[in-house]
């Protein structure tokens, strides 16, 4: 029997009504494995390729033919908007069978909650914060919520895998799988993953099945695609007549610019009118200040607004407003976002992508440009790169167009290799341990210390810990009173823990900063952090505003609308590279070669770039005199490799090295005086990198390098050595090093 004919009928039926000639590879390898198996499924296919559908489908057949006695699904969704998206596609194709749908995070209605929890069926599309609420608050009603979970479907997985977040994820699974008595099947779906294999043994963790990966055969698909370069100083003289044979099909010239734009911002507001696209940014404080430079242009020329925005810190209705009018095919508006736009929900028929600057990871390329190429048109994006135009006297480093060469990297590296970052599974999730060990003590009530450190070690996302390491934790909770002890000898939540627990922001795993909600008159505008002084402006939400009043009690900004241009602020850190785009990089300087996707200004840009780097030899030896004694490092390392080479060249070479005014421009080049030879440099590296040293001597004195969100509240030692054992790529660091030296002499100190 095929895998049509397995299906139900009333999913028969929706694919006749959907005018669906014939099943797409995806859906029949997942029926396939679904049905056929009893074994954890991974998914991968394109974006826009149905995966949901290949999911659900044998999920909702199986479940007609025996139905769930309590929720029989779980849906886990990174983002709020996706769960939306996706709750109102699965209702449309459940309703037929009667097989509820419920949606449950922040923003969902509370009668909607309280009508899942009378009668648990169906399905639940959830966020991990919200399970964990969930476990926290409703813990004793978990067997009769989940006593009969069949599947756990997690979207977007691979952005639940560079971080806490996915480990906060597998714990919530697994505690619910014992808590409820059931184990569950996995199916993890994502468009962007690197490595299937080890993907499979994270997606398979702690529930004793192996992971089926069916292989998709990817047809070829073809890619609008272009790379314009611009210097933020220059005047707007972007000529749209250029050759632009990187895009087969693209209108004239659109509609001008005002006179003096910022040529990046002109080129974008010349090629958005009359069309529906995203512009995707790296940051918060950029989201907006790019939005209200682009609507300041729409007031320059006397026409309506166009832009819309969309970001994390926006409330719900703005977010919401936006993602109505970009799936509305009648109107042709451009948002700019973030992130939080990059994942899988369906927005319509956009016609291209804008990305300002390169993103940090190909994932997320591949993400956005997956936000177009929907309804039979090809994928489309247009990269925007803009720099500083270099002063007459500045030294090598800075006359290097970084985020250009970063950008084609990421490109070259998918389209030559098919590569994408792999997950990381080799951190010490010391601010886990203790986020976990709260809610579970929370949870459960009293237990006693072994009682304890078995409920939480036994959760395989730990395997890395100890049982002493996790005994510093408890006595450190016990000295700060997050943890009390009773007169029998249990243990339970303390005052202070208390305090953390309660709060909401407490569900979530990843790093978030104070803050405080933006009003104006009855409208909230949204969210910011560190708000400044009465009479000071801030931009959010695509607009200027002066503040009236703050409320620091309340955690309110009041203000009014004015017009004007402001930098935002909202905490935002950078993403990290891998070493894989740097050493990528580092072959666009060397290599003669042509890239089609390359605008006119950007070829003239990386020509430059080019001749420079062959002039000055960098990309030959990574150390370049700058004049004097003033050295350039150009280590080609990622983010984390490079952080660990900073402390060891500080902490273990300066005094051999004589090196001193260390500055870093991470993770692209290190500047510094010194006063030995070259040749003395790499060997005095590689001579301390062979020594057998302890990682957490690339600890500064006194340093306490609070990295993720809970190790405030860790004892300093399991802070230390979850920074020098799980954040510094030491390994990385130490084979670049011995490659340095065998370079240089022929002869390895390994």
Request: proline share 5%; glycine share 6%.
């Amino acid at each position: 029997m095929n895998v049509f004919d397995r299906y139900a009928p009333f999913i028969q039926d929706f694919i006749y009504r959907s005018n669906w000639e014939s099943l797409r590879a995806i859906q029949a390898a997942a029926g396939d494995a679904i049905f056929n198996t009893d074994e954890n499924v991974l998914l991968s296919a394109s974006t826009a390729s149905g995966k949901t559908e290949a999911a659900f489908f044998p999920i909702l057949t199986l479940f007609s033919e025996d139905f769930p006695k309590s929720v029989g699904a779980i849906y886990i969704g990174p983002l709020k908007a996706l769960i939306n998206d996706q709750f109102a596609r699965l209702t449309e194709l459940c309703s037929e069978a009667d097989i509820p749908v419920w949606h449950w995070h922040g923003d969902a209605a509370q009668s909607h909650k309280n009508k899942m929890l009378k009668n648990p069926s169906g399905i639940l599309q959830i966020t991990p914060e919200s399970l964990e609420a969930m476990l926290l608050r409703k813990h004793s009603l978990i067997p009769k919520l989940f006593g009969d979970l069949r599947f756990i479907v997690i979207d977007e997985v691979h952005s639940l895998m560079r971080g806490d977040r996915g480990g906060q994820t597998l714990c919530l699974i697994e505690r619910l799988s014992k808590l409820a008595g059931v184990n569950p099947r996995r199916i993890g779906l994502s468009a962007t993953i690197g490595d299937l294999e080890s993907t499979g043994r994270f997606l398979s963790s702690g529930t004793g099945r192996s992971t089926v990966i069916p292989k998709i055969e990817a047809k070829g698909a073809k890619w609008r695609l272009s790379m314009e370069h611009f210097y933020i100083s220059q005047e707007n003289n972007c000529d749209v007549s250029d050759d632009v044979s990187a895009l087969p099909v693209l209108d004239g010239k659109t509609d001008t610019a005002p006179e003096n734009a910022d040529a990046g911002m002109g080129y974008i507001f010349e090629h958005t009118r009359g069309k529906k696209c995203l512009i995707f940014v790296n940051s918060r404080e950029e989201c907006e200040a790019v939005t209200t430079t682009l609507r300041s242009y729409c007031e320059a020329n006397h026409e309506p607004d166009r832009f819309l925005i969309h970001h994390g810190n926006l409330s719900a209705a703005y977010r919401e407003t936006a993602e109505a009018a970009m799936k509305d095919e009648d109107i042709f508006m451009t948002t700019c976002t973030t992130a939080t736009l990059e994942l899988g929900i369906d927005i319509g028929r956009l016609e291209r992508a804008f990305q300002i600057d390169a993103p940090f990871t190909v994932s997320s390329f591949l993400q956005r440009m997956g936000r177009t190429g929907r309804r039979e048109l090809p994928p489309e994006m247009w990269f925007v790169i803009r720099e500083e135009l270099p002063e007459p006297r500045s030294m090598l480093p800075e006359t290097i167009p970084w985020k250009l060469l970063q950008g084609i990297a990421l490109i070259q590296v998918y389209l030559e290799e098919r590569w994408v970052e792999p997950p990381n599974f080799n951190r010490l999730p010391f601010s886990l341990l203790y986020h976990q060990t709260m809610s579970i003590l929370a949870s459960c009530g009293e237990l006693t210390p072994p009682q304890l450190a078995s409920r939480v070690l036994s959760l395989k996302y730990f395997h890395r810990i100890s049982q002493d390491d996790f005994r510093i934790l408890l006595r450190h909770l016990l000295e700060t009173d997050h943890i009390q002890r009773t007169e029998e000898g249990g243990l339970i939540i303390g005052i202070t823990g208390e305090r953390v627990i309660n709060s909401f922001k407490f569900y979530a795993v990843f790093q978030e900063n104070e803050e405080y909600t933006v009003r104006w008159e009855s409208q909230e505008l949204g969210t910011i952090v560190c708000p400044p002084p009465v009479g000071e402006k801030i931009a959010i939400a695509g607009h200027v505003w002066i503040v009236e009043e703050v409320d620091h009690k309340r955690h309110q900004v009041f203000c009014e609308k004015v017009k004007g241009k402001v930098p935002a602020y909202f905490g935002d850190c950078p993403g990290d590279i891998n070493t894989k785009i740097l050493v990528r990089m580092r072959e666009v300087l060397r290599e003669d070669k042509s890239y089609p996707y390359l605008m006119k200004n950007a070829v003239l840009r990386l020509a430059q770039a080019r001749l420079s780097a062959k002039n000055s030899g960098l990309t030959e030896s990574p150390l370049i005199c700058l004049g004097g004694n003033m050295w350039a490092l150009f280590p080609w390392l990622g983010t984390y490799a490079f952080l660990a080479l900073e402390r060891f060249l500080k902490l273990r070479c300066a005094d051999r090295l004589g090196l001193k005014g260390l500055d870093s421009a991470r993770p692209y080049y290190i500047q510094f005086t010194m006063k030995a030879t070259p040749e003395e440099f790499f060997y005095i590296l590689a001579e301390e990198a062979k020594s057998e040293f302890d990682p957490m001597s690339l600890v500064y004195p006194n340093e306490v390098p609070v990295f993720e969100k809970y190790d405030e509240y860790l004892p300093a030692e399991l802070v230390k050595k979850g920074f020098a054992y799980g954040v510094l790529n030491i390994g990385e660091m130490k084979q670049r090093i011995f490659q340095w030296q065998d370079k240089l002499t022929g002869d390895s100190l390994i």
